[in-house]
């Protein structure tokens, strides 16, 4: 059986301007979780506390429609279904995966750098032959991160994307970022020595693959992101 761990953040504090709390993004959680399944991976959720709560920007109805709303209303689908079941990272931190997905939310921008369990999963993942995979703010995974074979930073050297500092300054959140002493993806890629790529536009889909690291720019990159990561799975074990 071929494994799959999506990730999700456990963050769920005030964020927005208006006091708003971030959290996870729900498609960006869903739409990774239907084409895993699709595919025929067995697919464990985990946050680093075993909590989540969605971004309420992310359940508007621009953000969640037709069949990412479908699975998110009905509370018996599969991804429900496994969200119900989420799992602390450290409980499932000697499971083999064989692709590792940190969904994202700018919740991710609080706790994937320190959420040394997911971290673990991930690294294992990668030296295990195995697929890592980031959309959005998911690359945030990458910050803080070694690579315990070579002592370097886990990106370095590396092409990477992620939500772009444009996207954030036209969301109005270049100023809460500041305050909060958040590092966003393009400073995250370059404090870890990686090569930021950047899409043509924020809102574009857009994602990049560099061997088995796979990332993605924003929600519309979720479905491409996934679906690179599971090809870049293909080739590894081919």
Same mark, same amino acid.
């Given at each position: 059986?071929?494994?799959?761990?999506?990730?999700?953040?456990?963050?769920? $504090?005030?964020?927005?301007?208006?006091?708003?709390?971030? =959290?996870?993004?729900?498609?960006?959680?869903?739409?990774?979780?239907?084409?895993?399944? /699709?595919? =025929?991976?067995?697919?464990?959720?985990?946050?680093?506390?075993?909590?989540?709560?969605?971004?309420?920007?992310?359940?508007?109805?621009?953000?969640?429609?037709?069949?990412?709303?479908?699975?998110?209303?009905?509370?018996?689908?599969?991804?429900?279904?496994?969200?119900?079941?989420?799992?602390?990272?450290?409980?499932?931190?000697?499971?083999?995966?064989?692709?590792?997905?940190?969904?994202? $939310?700018?919740?991710?921008?609080?706790?994937?750098?320190?959420?040394?369990?997911? /971290?673990?999963?991930?690294?294992?993942?990668?030296?295990?032959?195995?697929?890592?995979?980031?959309?959005?703010?998911?690359?945030?995974?990458?910050?803080?991160?070694?690579?315990?074979?070579?002592? /370097?930073?886990?990106?370095?050297?590396?092409?990477?994307?992620?939500?772009?500092?444009?996207?954030?300054?036209?969301?109005?959140?270049?100023?809460?970022?500041?305050?909060?002493?958040?590092?966003?993806?393009?400073?995250?890629?370059?404090?870890? $020595?990686?090569?930021?790529?950047?899409?043509?536009?924020?809102?574009?889909?857009?994602?990049?693959?560099? $061997?088995?690291?796979?990332?993605?720019?924003?929600? /519309?990159?979720?479905?491409?992101?996934?679906?690179?990561?599971?090809?870049?799975?293909?080739?590894?074990?081919?």
């Amino acid at each position: 059986m071929v494994k799959a761990l999506l990730a999700v953040s456990s963050y769920h $504090g005030p964020f927005y301007p208006n006091g708003d709390h971030t =959290g996870v993004f729900a498609s960006e959680a869903i739409e990774p979780f239907l084409e895993l399944a /699709q595919k =025929g991976f067995e697919i464990t959720i985990a946050s680093e506390t075993g909590e989540y709560e969605y971004d309420p920007h992310s359940l508007t109805e621009e953000a969640l429609s037709g069949k990412v709303k479908e699975v998110y209303e009905n509370k018996d689908s599969a991804f429900n279904t496994a969200l119900k079941n989420i799992k602390k990272a450290s409980d499932v931190v000697d499971e083999k995966f064989h692709l590792f997905f940190a969904s994202a $939310g700018h919740a991710t921008l609080y706790d994937y750098p320190k959420a040394k369990n997911l /971290q673990k999963i991930l690294i294992n993942t990668y030296l295990n032959g195995g697929v890592v995979a980031a959309v959005c703010h998911g690359p945030a995974i990458f910050n803080n991160l070694e690579n315990p074979e070579t002592k /370097q930073p886990f990106i370095k050297g590396k092409k990477i994307t992620g939500f772009t500092d444009k996207g954030e300054e036209e969301l109005g959140l270049t100023d809460v970022i500041k305050k909060e002493h958040l590092l966003t993806i393009e400073d995250i890629a370059k404090k870890e $020595g990686a090569t930021y790529v950047a899409p043509k536009g924020p809102w574009d889909s857009f994602s990049v693959v560099d $061997g088995k690291i796979v990332t993605g720019v924003n929600p /519309q990159s979720a479905f491409a992101t996934v679906r690179d990561a599971i090809v870049a799975l293909e080739s590894v074990n081919n």
